[in-house]
């Protein structure tokens, strides 16, 4: 199949982009859409321009460093799935698609469709540990954790980094990010010690890095590739607001 | 070159702990005036690098993507070992250590494989108090499964995300020590060189992979944790920045390379599509717990798989293998699932794959139990595919995976370089010729977590800090070195991509170096490789600058160092006359087809030195002993 592709393209973080057009030709529905523009990047180099740049490393849906704004959905149109195990099936021939990087001022544009994302680690430096320094471990099985509440943990855990939410929310927000850590950590009975300055320090270390306020609208758990609930956020409003009534917040 | 693994003397069970005893310890007050780097940040970098910073190091811990969460640790699916034999199945730190031995086919180390084995219990312990959310059972409890190459139950998982968890309980440990100020982190920063001063690793030079600039750094101990080799393949199911170049370029330094030509081709990876595919994603072992591998007994046959009848179905490693059946371990797994399309009974439209089958065991347990065990693998799966494996057997086929081979290191996991320090997949300690699975990941924080904190200090206790700085003579002349080597790849200007490179290096590696190897075809392989890595040099196609994020330009510089190391593979397999685990000669088998392993020659690890651009590497032995366990052949009949 042939498609047409409207990709942004800017050269570094203090200069102004826009978008270019390409021909993505021959390509074929097993493709993934990654290796759809491998394919665009061989034939730019073999032109002599420049190829596009853009983040990708695992490429199974993991590591959490690909992100694509495709025809203005975070990953693209299929649900749950990362940019890199979005399959060219899903698109026919003929199709012009839209390309672009994640857009928040809390994400500023390195490169084409690379951004900085190192507001997320920051925001984990704020509490989004369990502090236990390593060989200070009790036997694993001391402490029971009810099976709902692990598997609850884990729905939390599952999150990638890859700032999908942000992405797709009116509001630039990363709570839903924020909250998956939180909640992660607060349902284990080895988070509990921590719980209440874990929820107030990472989200005021959110607010900080510029990302705007939750107000319910749930875009962010559309474009989740790992369709993090956004009841985690309702559990971390608790969380934070508990905090200013428990004895052991600071 | 002298090597000496330092294996300390006594009883198997006490040597870790007698070592532990002797060695030498920094004081708590020292502590802070050393400076550590830590290259990588995967399960071994990240839990050395907090664990490190915990007990009061200085630490410079270098990654390159845009955030140490990405490592590829972070893909490892189904599960980590280790003996806490909850499940009552009689299973112990003597059996993991010698389940690890003969998978390894007798190719390791009996000191680290046991204190591997012995340290194993307190990483679920450590990563528990962490936060990592494992599966539990109704009552609370930790939930176990098995794995290949083992009869008991010892594998702890967080459903099909096990390396995820694990390496954000270790990331979280790192960003709290970050949070300290105890640990620097560099992210988008590739480390490019080594340094040594006075013999000794004093730092690295390293590239700011956004604006170009070429760095050197100083430290009292340099530790390498970059993963794996498993790209010079091209299609792999490593991540795709996964490179050799850490590695290899110390190696050039002077730091010797164990056992390269063992590499892992793991059995249930989904088939190669098309030509244009980059990469190779793996379905956990874990599948094969439940999944039943067959092809038809019939060469050619085209049916539907769910209109080939039970008897013409041949469920070939349950047939060969009945005590282990569909969990024997990878090696056996993958060459006979290659036998089986050798003869052409492979299946799909390529021919080369096997079905890996649910219908049985959706029979038996129902589809909401395999959802649970499985669902997300099986949801990867539609999603690559676009078939439904509830419905449709999986199509499976073996690829690249995991590298056993890396720089070789002593019992304290410094390599033949004082202050050079490797670990997890980066060295060659462990695995011997084949690892099992979910090993990986319990080697990964054994020495980052138990192991490296101890030894390291051992080092600097004897070495102390001296105030070095990266302003001398032997960090200039390396950066030059770096800065010279990205200005010629830039200037070539050929007319070939990079990727075109890669991809003819790994079809080369793969079809002569790959899951069987013959002195022919190695031989072949040792022609092919340099004339392409001659032409690499001659007419690659590098655009853009130095002074920005160049993709193509770091691909290049890692693409550059995989074809010097696809030649000691080679070599190193054309060299071991003999088969054993994943490096399969095909002139050395048993009748029934079986690795023949030729214990009277060749029980040792092979040892590369490295003697300059255009002069073959100095082989050497390090001499294997059995003292605790008698290799035999390895049956899983």
Not at chain 2, 126 to 136: E, T
Not at chain 2, 329 to 354: F, H, I, Q, W
Request: hydrophobic share 35%; glycine share 10%.
């Amino acid at each position: 199949m042939n498609v047409t592709l409207k990709v942004w393209r800017q050269k570094g973080p203090n200069q102004s982009g826009g978008f270019a057009e390409y021909k993505a030709e021959g390509i074929i529905e097993d493709m993934s859409f990654l290796e759809m523009l491998d394919t665009v990047n061989e034939s730019l180099i073999a032109k002599g321009e420049t190829p596009i740049a853009f983040d990708n490393d695992c490429r199974e849906g993991i590591c959490g460093m690909c992100g694509l704004v495709i025809n203005g959905i975070p990953h693209g149109p299929s649900k749950g799935t990362t940019t890199c195990e979005l399959y060219m099936r899903h698109f026919k021939d003929g199709d012009t698609i839209v390309i672009e990087p994640w857009r928040s001022v809390a994400f500023p544009v390195m490169k084409d469709l690379i951004v900085d994302r190192s507001a997320f680690d920051r925001i984990i430096q704020a509490g989004g540990y369990i502090s236990c320094k390593t060989g200070s471990a009790i036997d694993a099985n001391t402490i029971p954790v009810p099976k709902p509440i692990a598997d609850r943990s884990m729905d939390a855990a599952t999150c990638i980094g890859c700032g999908a939410c942000v992405a797709a929310c009116p509001n630039g927000s990363a709570m839903l990010f924020t909250s998956a850590k939180i909640g992660h950590l607060n349902l284990l009975p080895q988070g509990k010690p921590e719980r209440f300055n874990r929820a107030v320090h990472m989200i005021e270390a959110m607010e900080a890095e510029g990302f705007g306020g939750c107000t319910n609208h749930g875009e962010c758990e559309a474009a989740c590739p790992k369709s993090v609930s956004i009841d985690f956020i309702a559990l971390v409003n608790r969380e934070y607001m508990g905090a200013f009534c428990a004895a052991d917040f600071e | 070159m002298k090597l000496d693994a330092k294996i300390p003397p006594g009883p198997l069970a006490e040597k870790w702990d007698n070592h532990l005893n002797s060695i030498k310890l920094v004081s708590p007050a020292n502590k802070r005036k050393y400076r550590i780097i830590i290259v990588g940040s995967g399960l071994g970098g990240a839990s050395a690098a907090a664990s490190l910073a915990e007990l009061g190091y200085d630490i410079d811990c270098f990654c390159y993507q845009d955030s140490p969460r990405r490592a590829h640790s972070i893909a490892a699916q189904g599960g980590i070992n280790a003996t806490k034999n909850y499940p009552n199945d009689n299973d112990s730190i003597w059996r993991l250590f010698y389940d690890t031995i003969k998978g390894g086919d007798y190719r390791a180390r009996e000191a680290n494989v046991y204190r591997l084995a012995q340290v194993s219990s307190n990483i679920i312990d450590q990563c528990v108090a962490q936060g990592v959310p494992f599966a539990r059972e109704y009552g609370g409890q930790l939930a176990n499964r098995s794995f290949g190459g083992a009869q008991v139950s010892r594998t702890f998982y967080a459903r099909g995300q096990t390396g995820q968890q694990l390496l954000l309980g270790a990331y979280q440990a790192l960003q709290r020590m970050i949070a300290a100020g105890k640990v620097t982190m560099h992210t988008r920063t590739e480390m490019l060189d080594l340094v040594l001063v006075d013999g000794r690793a004093r730092g690295i030079v390293t590239r700011d992979m956004v604006t170009g600039d070429i760095q050197s750094y100083a430290a009292d101990a340099v530790v390498l944790a970059t993963g794996g080799y498993g790209n010079v393949f091209f299609l792999s199911t490593n991540a795709k920045g996964c490179n050799t170049t850490a590695i290899w370029r110390a190696h050039k330094r002077g730091a010797a390379f164990a056992n390269p030509c063992f590499t892992q081709i793991h059995p249930t990876c989904i088939p190669v599509s098309n030509e244009y595919q980059s990469k190779l994603t793996l379905m956990s072992e874990s599948l094969r717990n439940d999944g039943r591998i067959w092809v038809s007994k019939k060469p050619g046959d085209k049916r539907p798989p769910n209109d080939i009848p039970e008897d013409e179905r041949d469920y070939y490693l349950e047939r060969r293998y009945p005590a282990f059946g569909n969990l024997v371990p990878r090696d056996v797994a993958s060459r006979n699932a290659k036998m089986v399309c050798d003869e052409g009974r492979g299946v799909g439209a390529t021919g080369l794959g096997v079905y890996l089958d649910f219908r049985d065991a959706i029979n038996r347990l129902g589809k909401k139990v395999i959802e649970e065990r499985y669902g997300n693998l099986f949801e990867m799966y539609e999603r690559i595919t676009g078939e439904n494996p509830y419905e449709v057997p999986m199509r499976i086929y073996p690829a690249s995976h995991y590298t056993m081979g890396g720089l070789w290191v002593d019992y304290n996991l410094m390599s033949n370089i004082p202050g050079l320090y490797v670990i997890g997949e980066a060295n060659f300690s462990d695995h011997g010729a084949n690892r099992l699975g979910a090993s990986a990941l319990m080697q990964g924080l054994a020495d980052g977590y138990f192991v490296l904190p101890n030894t390291i200090g051992d080092f600097l206790a004897e070495h102390r800090p001296d105030g070095l700085t990266a302003d001398g003579n032997e960090f200039r002349t390396v950066e030059n070195d770096v800065a010279d080597n990205v200005k010629k790849l830039l200037s070539i200007n050929g007319s070939r991509s990079v990727d075109s490179f890669h991809k003819e290096l790994g079809k080369i590696v793969w079809d002569y170096c790959g899951m069987s190897r013959n002195k022919e075809g190695l031989q072949k392989a040792l022609t092919l490789i340099p004339a392409l890595r001659e032409e690499f040099w001659n007419d690659v196609k590098v655009p853009g600058d130095n002074e920005e994020i160049n993709q193509s330009l770091e691909k290049a510089g890692r693409v550059a160092e995989f074809m010097e190391l696809a030649e000691i593979m080679c070599l190193d397999a054309l060299g071991r006359e003999e088969s054993c685990g994943a490096h399969y000669r095909e002139e050395y088998q048993t009748p029934e087809g079986e690795a023949l392993r030729n214990d009277e020659e060749f029980s040792y690890v092979s040892v590369w030195e490295y003697s300059g651009e255009f002069s073959k590497p100095i082989f050497h032995k390090e001499h294997l002993q059995f003292e605790f366990v008698t290799p035999t052949q390895r049956s899983y009949k």
